[in-house]
Nanobody
Framework: QVQLVQSGGGSVQTGESLIVSCAAS????????MAWFRQTSGEDREFVGG????????IYVDSVKGRFTISRDNAKNTLILQMNNVKREDTAVYFC????????????????????WGQGTQVTVSA
């Protein structure tokens, strides 16, 4: 069983930066494909980006490319979402997700492919 505990996030202004972290326990981070999703009220949970088990393949949704960075701190078993130059449309509850994977390079954009989920973290961007 994998537990994911999120921290960080909060309220910032347009153009600022913030970090959301996801600490995993129960499995080594290197055995998990990891992703970030976000959700606004009344909308489906949207894929933001993901990292393959090895960390060699990292993909992003077009709307955050060049602004968000996903990285792994294997020593701390933690996935990090660095959000730079945030926009009002980045306002959402952010969720980390994980699943065990036999592939070192595969990353899925599909919510249903992830078995484990963090508790969610609110990110609010104001003008």
């Amino acid at each position: 069983q994998v537990q994911l505990v999120q921290s960080g996030g909060g309220s910032v202004q347009t153009g600022e930066s913030l970090i959301v972290s996801c600490a995993a326990s129960g499995r080594a981070l290197s055995s998990l494909v990891m992703a970030w999703f976000r959700q606004t009220s009344g909308e489906d949970r949207e894929f933001v980006g993901g990292s393959s088990r090895s960390g060699a393949n990292v993909i992003y949704v077009d709307s955050v490319k060049g602004r968000f960075t996903i990285s792994r701190d294997n020593a701390k078993n933690t996935l990090i979402l660095q959000m730079n130059n945030v926009k009002r449309e980045d306002t959402a509850v952010y969720f980390c997700a994980a699943s065990q994977s036999f592939s070192t390079l595969q990353v899925s954009r599909r919510r249903g492919d992830y078995r484990y989920w963090g508790q969610g973290t609110q990110v609010t961007v104001s003008a």
